[in-house]
Every structure is written in structure tokens, then in C-alpha cells.
């Protein structure tokens, strides 16, 4: 059997966070009633002209930014050509040969190889309106068309990477990287289930056969409403195109690009549409607008506005806050919100390490089970900060405070009122003392064991001494055993 | 004389009549007169008698009112207006009823003008005869058997049989210049940019531009006052302070200005003896006003043409693809072709049945030139051809304040004569398009009349945003000469 290289590239379209459409005042909002949020010009009524909305340019800058793109000093808007029923004008306004960011790149983690990181090229980002959406009903028998033009004019930026990724697993981690830069930059919700970001995949097989090199034909990929369908749709697709190969021995110089979809029920993927002849676009520049001139001194104010990317969070976690790579990477990884959320807990308390443990276990566990967000969490991050600080200070123990986390998350209190509620009061030294002293007296054969050299013989007091006095502090109780006991 | 804008504001200021007499007045005319040319293809009767008679109210308590208050203007069919049709006169646009209005119709409303209907016009103003209209032909009112010039013939032909004193028309390759020289009055292109497109139905955006048409240059400038502008919902519009036109055009004295003459332009086959001649004594009447003439060069002139028919079928293919059936424009209900399919045979039977022939040439050729394969051949090459017309005038404005010559090769020509032959219907744009493709404003004059009693124009071409020098010239012209006083007989 020969061997073969995976070749995948990914074309994805994000929508810009922007308050109105590219070239109109009209809302963006996602699920509002069909037809609601159109206007003549998003319509491409006969006679309306469209306009330029300012904050889409600056925002795919910044995406471009990040992205390590080059950002030309102009850029052009050009008319894509074709007939379809969501597409009103004819045409949708994209950029073409002058797209707004070229030859990028995105560094991801390499999944071959824990700690390493791979490079993926982008070929170009390039801004463009969304057309509307068709809904078919088909189900009563009918043949109903209906059109919805709400997304008409929605700014979307198109990021095309280089065939550069080599596995399905090196696909997720692009899209999770890409997803965090553009959600943290705050370019962009990429919320799949709402659309505002839409992959396709182009994938084929780079074979070796006695030492010849073959490619199978291209196949793009569509339809795919989430990470994990990606991941599943190409490495279904790898295995079909293998067994295509095997039982036909069509390469890419005899069989055109073809466009399939992906079922996710099924788990299959299955074909669309032959792109016998490529289509054509008939592109040419839009004369309704002016080309945009992106100033030095303008894509430099941009590039001010973009305070760190998730690879500088997370360098800074390790330098700054002594956190291991691997829990910078959790931390990071949850997005701009929960590295804001880290950042103060850590400051509050003086206590980064805790702050990233108790994240990681207790907070993400309570995400988890409440399915909720860090945005919507109820115990604001400066409370949990002054709870940890108590940690750090001794003031209360583990257990402890799980208990004040707990009543945290159901009532919204602060930590002093949370302790009094739970009965913990702090205990003073000597009312530890006088307790030690008096288990001692009666456990003498502890004493005995410890002298002897088993200290962990104290540990049966602990227990003991919580049970007099639940605020005892275990590690001040155990210090407290053995300097009884040393004398 | 009520067919002049400004004598219908002095009646109306000194009390002379009203806006009602007016506007009725204008009504009758219509009444009248239309039947015979089709120049109108919508009459909004009633809200132009509400709109003067509250003119007439405003004027009598006194309160302020616009510029063109109770001045009765007609406007070309493809101009948006939410209280009438806008048809393009196409199948296709039938029953348009645009929920927006232009923003000319916005400015001339603010001024208080008197909206009288909607003209004809060729099918989304391509053609210059006004004979591919889908409201059929309009006719020439100096004479019913000649055509009137197109695109704008209807609105040409509405100020020519005097229904209205001025109408709004759209030049893309000479449609306001070439019907004005054929009905005997003054239209005038302004500089791109210059008047806002917003609510113009496009044919060829980077070529369009709406203008005004009346007798006169005085007309003229009080129209263009109203309507130019920044407009920010049109990217193409031009954020520059709008003059007084109408107050530049009050002195006669031309000493100074330098006029340039195309020579190459006057020898052209083609060109009638009578319009050649129209051309040589205009020129005398601007040497006796004070101005010197010179010589000019224009070296891709023979390029405009070709230049112009690649550009704005390329950008027609593209703007009419909106009228689908599905959006915009007539459906079809022929029955689905089954190699077809549902919607592409819907796609297919309705653009087949909503636009006429002129429309689907353009569209075919526009749709040929910018395929792959073609692009670089003609859409690209053009493009680059523009670049080199635009730089002829540069030079040329560096010899001469204006530029003076024919505004088309005849007078107006018969009905029918070139409709089978769009290569000669093509040629009558060869002295207008040049305007278009560089961006400058032009203006055509009446300059005379042939042998058979037809008026002949003269065009002059200005520096962009040079519509007052233009106006300037045009009105010193019309201070010394009677043209644009004469009417049209008994046809």
C-alpha cells in the first residue's frame, strides 16, 4: 500500500463584529424576523448605491494584523457575477485581485508533537457581503421556496490559508487558534450555529507510488457546522478519496475539482455539484465605489488597538505569573474573557498558581454544569480573588473554602458575609494551642509514634480537632501537634 | 413667454399667475401635445396641482419658499420617485413604483418644484433615437417624422413642445447633449460626481450622470443649482461647495478665454455640412464676445467610441442582472424548460421577455467583453484607453478654457433610418462620449437650423467642475444669438 500526505487548505468566513451591514445602516442582528432588516441598498434596489462602512475595514485590519498579513495602501472593491435567488443585485460586491490582507500566517500546535508548533500560511484575507438565505420546503409536498434577506450585506471576512495543514487534526487546530485570535480581538463572534463563521475545506492526497508522485483530485468541502464535523469530514474524505484512487486511478490531471457536502448524521460526506468548467465570476471593479486608500499612519492606529494575541497571553502567563506552558494554554484557550477573569483573581489574591488551579478545576467544573459562560459566572473574579488570598494567607483552609465557593455561586454575597453564613470565624492561635494540648493529653501514644519518628502519626488529630472546632485550620493544627510534641 | 423657468418665477413673484395656472397650463399642454409625441409616460396630475396650489398657499402667508417654487419639471423615467412609476420605459420595470425617492427628485422637492411627470426615454437609456422604448417611439416636436435623439428624447422632446419649461434627463454617452441639439434647446452633463446618482437606475455607473435641460443656459444654471451636491449616501458623489451658477452667467464679456477647436473633429466623414457650418459661425459669434480661438488636439478621439461600447456593456451586464424575475423586473410565467430546470427557465424567460433588443445586445456584449479569456482584450484595454482620453483633455485644458464643436454629426434623423444598424446609432455618440469617459461637464446649445428647418447644436466641453465657465460661455452665446428663442412650427 503507498504512502500517502493529506493535503488540506481552509477557506474561512467570518463575520466582522461590526454594528451595521458593509455598505448600510441596517442591523446584523442574528434571528430576527425574515425580511426585517433590509433596507433599499442591501436589497440592490434599482437606483440605491452603497456606502462603505468604515468599522468592517478597520476591523479586517486588525484581523489581517494578527494575522501576520501584509496590509497594501489600497485596496479595491470588485463585483462577483452570478445568477442566484438570495442574491439580489447579480452580483456580490468582494475584493479580487487587491484583497485587504495577503500572505499571512497563523502559528498553531502541532498535534504530532506536543510543545511544537506548526506554521500555516494564509494566502489572503479579503472582505465581502453575505447574500440571504434560501429555506426549501419540501416537506409537505410542496415545492416552496422561500427567501430571507436579512444576512444580505453582512460583513464577512474571507481568510484562505495555504494547503499547508496535513491532517484533520492540524485543521481543528487551526480553526481553534483562528477562532480565539479573531474572538479575543473581538473581530468577530465566530459563533458556527449562527453562521458567523463558515468553513470549507479543500483537501486532496499526495501519493507515493514506487516512487512516483501522485495527487487525487481536489475535492472542496461543504456544510460543515462545527469543529468537529470538519475533523470528521476530512478524515472520512482522506479514506474516500484513497479508495477512489485505489478503484479508478483518477489523479488530479484527469478529474476536475469537485464540491461535496458533509452529512453528519450520516457521517459521510457525498457529492454536490461538478464544477465541469470553473465558473465565471466576470469580476471587475464595483464603479459604484471608490478604491480605499489605507494610510501608513491609519494601519498603525489599527495595529495600536490590538493589545496581545493569544501567543503573547500566553508567553506573558508563563513569564509574568510563573504558570506552566500547559496552564497558560487552558487558560488562554477559553478566550479573552476568562484570561480577563484569571488576570484579576491572580492580582487580588497574589497567588497566580492557585488562581489557575482553582480556574481550571472549580470554575470550568461549575461552567460545565451550569452551561454557562464566564460572563454570566456569579462569583465576580475580584471575590474570588480576596477567597483565594484567604487560602494564601492561611485565614482559611481548602475545604474551607469550597464551602465559601460553593455558597458563592448561590448567593450573591461577599466573602466576609459567606463565612459568617457558613459559621467560620477565625480562631486565634492560642485557642488552637489549648485544643492541641488537649488531644495530646489524651492520645499520648500519638506523642510516642511522632517521637519515634512517624510524624504523619498527627494526622489522626487533625481529623479529631476539625470535629471540635470546624475552623481549626488543619495545617495550623498540624504545625501547631508537632511543636507540642518537639517541645 | 412662460416656457422659460426664470420669466415663470418672475410671473409667479409679481403675482402674474400662480402656480396652479401654471401647472394647469403645463397639464393642457401635455394634454394636447403628447398624443402625437410620447414624450410623457407618466402624468402625476394630482400631486403636481396639490404641490402648487401649496405653493400658491405658502406664497400668499407669506412663508419662505425653494428656488423653484411652482416651476413645472418633467423627469426621465429612470430618475426613482415615490409617487410615480420609474420604468426605465422597459417590459421589465413595468410596474416600479420605487419605495425611495432620488435624490434630485429630494432636492427639487425641498425647492418647491412642480413635478409633472415622467418622460420618455430609450429602454434603460440605451439608444439615441428614444425608439427602444417600451412606451414606443417619442417624436421629434420640430418634426413627427424624425426622432427626437435618445436617451433623454422624451425629456428633450417635453421642454421642445413646451409641456414644461425644463426636465431632468441622464447622459451616460450623450444622452442629455445629443436629444437637446436635435429638439433645439440646452442640456448639459455636468462633471461625475457632480450631481448625486443616488436613485438614478444605473446603466453604466461610472459613466452616468443626471442632468438639466431647458432653453436655456440661464435655465440650466438655476436647475443645476438646485440639484448638484455631496451627497454622502453615493461614494461617487463630490464633497465640494456647490456655486451660483445662475449668478455666474451674468456678464457677456468672453475676453480672455481661450476656446479650443477640434480641427480633426470638424473633418470628420460623417459630420453634416450643416453642422460643420452651425460649428464655423458659432465660432465667430465667441471671436466677436472677446474670446481667441486655438487649435486643439484630441490625438484617441477615434478611440471613444470603442472605448465607450466596451465600458458600458461591461458595467450594464453587470447592474441589469438584478432583473432576474425573482428580485426586480418582470416574471415570467412561460411554462419550465425541462433541460433547464425551474429557475434557471425562469431566469431565462424573463429576461428574455422583459427587455427588448438594444438591452440584450449590450448585455451579451458587456457579458463577453469581461469574461475570462476576453477581460485584457477589451474591459482591461479600455480601461487603459480611458486613462490615455482623460490625459487628451488634461493637455487639451492646458491650451484652451473650453473646447468647442459639434454636439452629433446631424440633425435629427428619421424614424426608423438607423434601427436596424446599431454601428450607425453607436456613431451618434462620437462627439458626446468623450465627456463621459473623461468625467468633464459639456453642454450642447442651440446653434441653428438645417434646410429643413431642424435644430443643430453645438457642444462645449469644460475642465471638471467647470459648469460655471460653461454656463458663462453658454449664456454670452445665447446674449447674441436667437436659437434658443426659436420654436417648433406646425410639424
Known amino acids: 500500500m503507498p504512502q500517502y500526505e493529506t493535503i488540506i487548505g481552509l477557506e474561512v468566513h467570518v463575520q466582522l463584529k461590526t454594528d451595521s451591514k458593509l455598505f448600510c445602516g441596517c442591523s446584523t442582528q442574528f434571528g430576527a424576523p425574515p425580511n426585517s432588516q433590509v433596507c433599499p441598498v442591501c436589497l440592490g434596489m434599482p437606483g440605491a448605491l452603497p456606502v462603505m462602512n468604515r468599522q468592517a475595514i478597520t476591523l479586517a485590519v486588525k484581523a489581517g494584523l494578527a494575522l501576520n498579513c501584509n496590509i497594501p495602501p489600497m485596496t479595491k472593491w470588485d463585483r462577483k457575477q452570478y445568477f442566484y435567488p438570495d442574491l439580489p443585485k447579480g452580483y456580490q460586491i468582494s475584493q479580487y485581485d487587491l484583497p485587504i490582507c495577503a500572505d499571512g500566517f497563523l502559528d498553531i500546535d502541532d498535534p504530532a508533537s506536543e510543545g511544537d508548533t506548526r506554521r500555516i500560511g494564509l494566502i489572503r484575507a479579503h472582505l465581502e457581503e453575505d447574500a440571504g438565505k434560501s429555506q426549501h420546503d419540501e416537506a409537505s409536498g410542496r415545492q416552496d421556496s422561500r427567501i430571507d434577506l436579512n444576512r444580505c450585506g453582512t460583513p464577512l471576512l474571507e481568510i484562505v490559508s495555504q494547503p499547508d495543514m496535513r491532517s484533520s487534526a492540524e485543521a481543528k ?255 486565634d492561635s492560642g485557642e488552637i494551642e489549648s485544643l492541641c494540648q488537649k488531644l495530646l493529653d489524651d492520645n499520648p501514644q500519638v506523642v510516642q509514634d511522632v517521637r519515634g519518628g512517624k510524624q504523619q502519626a498527627v494526622g489522626r488529630l487533625i481529623g479529631q480537632a476539625k470535629k471540635v472546632n470546624p475552623n481549626a485550620n488543619p495545617q495550623q493544627v498540624r504545625e501547631t501537634l508537632l511543636k507540642l510534641i518537639n517541645g | 413667454m412662460l416656457d422659460s423657468v426664470s420669466a415663470i418665477l418672475n410671473a409667479l413673484a409679481s403675482g402674474d399667475a400662480s402656480a396652479r395656472q401654471i401647472t394647469e397650463r403645463s397639464l393642457d399642454a401635455i394634454a394636447q401635445t403628447d398624443p402625437k409625441i410620447n414624450a410623457v409616460t407618466h402624468v402625476a396630475a394630482e400631486a403636481a396641482l396639490a404641490t402648487a396650489d401649496d405653493v400658491d398657499r405658502r406664497r400668499a402667508a407669506g412663508q419662505p419658499l425653494g428656488a423653484l417654487a411652482g416651476v413645472p419639471i418633467a423627469i426621465k423615467d429612470l430618475i426613482c420617485t415615490t409617487d410615480m412609476p420609474t420604468t426605465c420605459a422597459s417590459r421589465m420595470l413595468r410596474d416600479f413604483v420605487p419605495p425611495y425617492d432620488a435624490t434630485v427628485i429630494r432636492k427639487l422637492r425641498d425647492a418647491d418644484a412642480v413635478l409633472i411627470g415622467k418622460t420618455n426615454m430609450d429602454e434603460f437609456a440605451m439608444g439615441a433615437s428614444n425608439e427602444t422604448s417600451a412606451y414606443g417611439p417619442t417624436r421629434n416636436p420640430w418634426n413627427h417624422d424624425r426622432i427626437p435623439g435618445g436617451s433623454s428624447g422624451g425629456s428633450a422632446a417635453t421642454v421642445a413642445a413646451g409641456q414644461v419649461p425644463a426636465s431632468l434627463g441622464s447622459d451616460t454617452g450623450g444622452s442629455i447633449r445629443q436629444p437637446a441639439s436635435h429638439c433645439g434647446i440646452t442640456g448639459l452633463k455636468p462633471t461625475y460626481g457632480r450631481v448625486s446618482r443616488y436613485g438614478l437606475v444605473a446603466f453604466a455607473s461610472s459613466l452616468d450622470q443626471i442632468g438639466p435641460m431647458a432653453w436655456s443656459a440661464e435655465d440650466v444654471a438655476l436647475l443645476l443649482e438646485t440639484i448638484a451636491g455631496y451627497e454622502p449616501r453615493d461614494s461617487t458623489s463630490l464633497d465640494t461647495p456647490v456655486p451660483e451658477y445662475s449668478k455666474a452667467i451674468q456678464s457677456a464679456d468672453l475676453r480672455g478665454i481661450k476656446i479650443g477647436v477640434l480641427r480633426d473633429g470638424l473633418e470628420q466623414d460623417g459630420l453634416d455640412e450643416s453642422v460643420r457650418k452651425s460649428v464655423t459661425e458659432a465660432m465667430q459669434v465667441f471671436i466677436d464676445l472677446g474670446a481667441e480661438i486655438v487649435d486643439v488636439q484630441l490625438p484617441h478621439s477615434q478611440y471613444w467610441v470603442p472605448t465607450y461600447y466596451v465600458i458600458a456593456p461591461c458595467e450594464a451586464s453587470s447592474n441589469l442582472s438584478r432583473y432576474d424575475g425573482a428580485h426586480y423586473g418582470h416574471r415570467s410565467d412561460a411554462d419550465i424548460d425541462p433541460a433547464d430546470g425551474p429557475l434557471l427557465s425562469m431566469y431565462r424567460h424573463s429576461r428574455q421577455e422583459g427587455f427588448g433588443s438594444e438591452v440584450k445586445r449590450r448585455i451579451m456584449i458587456g457579458t463577453y467583453a469581461l469574461s475570462t479569456g476576453y477581460y485584457d482584450a477589451y474591459y482591461n484595454k479600455a480601461l487603459k484607453v480611458r486613462r490615455l482620453i482623460r490625459g487628451d483633455y488634461d493637455a487639451a485644458f492646458q491650451q484652451a478654457d473650453l473646447l468647442l464643436g459639434p454636439t452629433a454629426p446631424t440633425s435629427a434623423f428619421a424614424l426608423g433610418d438607423k434601427l436596424d444598424d446599431p454601428i450607425q446609432m453607436y456613431l451618434c455618440d462620437l462627439y458626446t462620449v468623450g465627456a463621459n469617459l473623461a468625467g468633464i461637464p459639456a453642454i450642447s446649445i442651440p446653434a441653428g437650423l438645417d434646410d429643413s428647418g431642424l435644430p443643430i447644436g453645438v457642444q462645449l466641453q469644460a475642465p471638471a467642475l467647470e459648469e460655471s465657465r460653461l454656463l458663462f460661455a453658454a449664456a454670452a452665446f445665447q446674449s447674441q444669438t436667437q436659437f434658443h428663442q426659436l420654436r417648433p412650427g406646425k410639424p
Not at chain 1, 500566553?314 to 487558560?331: E, F, K, N
Request: net charge negative.
Open chain 1, 173 to 427: 487546530n487551526y480553526l481553534t487558534e483562528l477562532k480565539l485570535l479573531l474572538t479575543h480581538l473581538e473581530v468577530s463572534d465566530c459563533e458556527m450555529q449562527e453562521g458567523s463563521l463558515r468553513v470549507d475545506a479543500n483537501i486532496n492526497l499526495h501519493l507515493d507510488v514506487d516512487g512516483k508522485k501522485i495527487a487525487t483530485p481536489i475535492v472542496e468541502v461543504k456544510n460543515m457546522n462545527s469543529f468537529r464535523a470538519v475533523e470528521r469530514a476530512l478524515d472520512y474524505e482522506a479514506e474516500r478519496q484513497y479508495a477512489h484512487w485505489e478503484e479508478t486511478g483518477q489523479t488530479i490531471k484527469d478529474a476536475p475539482k469537485t464540491t461535496r457536502g458533509w452529512d453528519d448524521s450520516r457521517e459521510q460526506t457525498f457529492a454536490q455539484r461538478e464544477k465541469e468548467e470553473s465558473a465565471d465570476y466576470r469580476y471587475f471593479p464595483d464603479p459604484d465605489l471608490l478604491p480605499v486608500r489605507l494610510p501608513r499612519s491609519f494601519i498603525d492606529q489599527v495595529r495600536d488597538t490590538i493589545q496581545e494575541t493569544p501567543a503573547q497571553a500566553r508567553d506573558r502567563l508563563q513569564t509574568q505569573h510563573g504558570l506552566s506552558a500547559y496552564d497558560a494554554d487552558v487558560i488562554v484557550n477559553q478566550g479573552a474573557a476568562m484570561l480577563g477573569y484569571f488576570e484579576t483573581v491572580a492580582d487580588v489574591s497574589g497567588d497566580p498558581k492557585r488562581a489557575s488551579s482553582w480556574i481550571q478545576q472549580d470554575v470550568l467544573r461549575t461552567l460545565k454544569e451550569q452551561e454557562t459562560s464566564i460572563e454570566e459566572f456569579p462569583i465576580p473574579a475580584k471575590r474570588l480573588g480576596e477567597l483565594l488570598g484567604r487560602v494564601r494567607s492561611g485565614d482559611l483552609d481548602n475545604n474551607r473554602a469550597r464551602d465559601v465557593f460553593a455558597y458563592l455561586i448561590d448567593n450573591d454575597s461577599d466573602v466576609d458575609s459567606a463565612c459568617t453564613a457558613l459559621g467560620i470565624e477565625a480562631v
